[in-house]
């Protein structure tokens, strides 16, 4: 089971520069269905998706924001200021850690 977790604010996955991705609407990937547990997000393959994929993702309750928020957005600006409001905490704060957990989502294969 991969697991992001959380900081203080949102989680921090070091290691992962870049921009992530700025340019049209992001989306979720099919596939998958999102159970809530308390304080953190599993993401989950179903249908045919669970004969590519043998993992469940554990998101922590920031980046489960991220990920269910990920569509409203045009870009990782966009969300950031979504998780800036949702936290009451400055954009500037929270930009480089909102790019970081798109990449990672990316990555898993969960955010086009």
Known sequence: MAVINNSK???LLRGNKGKGREKGK???T?????RRL?????VLPSGRRT???NEVISLSETA???YMHAERAENVYELTQLVAEEYEIEPAEV????????LTLQKKGILL
């Open 95 to 102: 930009l480089e850690d909102v790019r970081n957990v798109v």
């Open 51 to 53: 004969e590519e994929v």
């Open 64 to 66: 489960g924001f991220i």
């Open 9 to 11: 604010y949102i989680m």
């Open 38 to 42: 308390e304080d953190e997000y599993l």
């Open 30 to 34: 099919e596939g998958y269905v999102v």
């Open 26 to 28: 992001m989306k979720k």
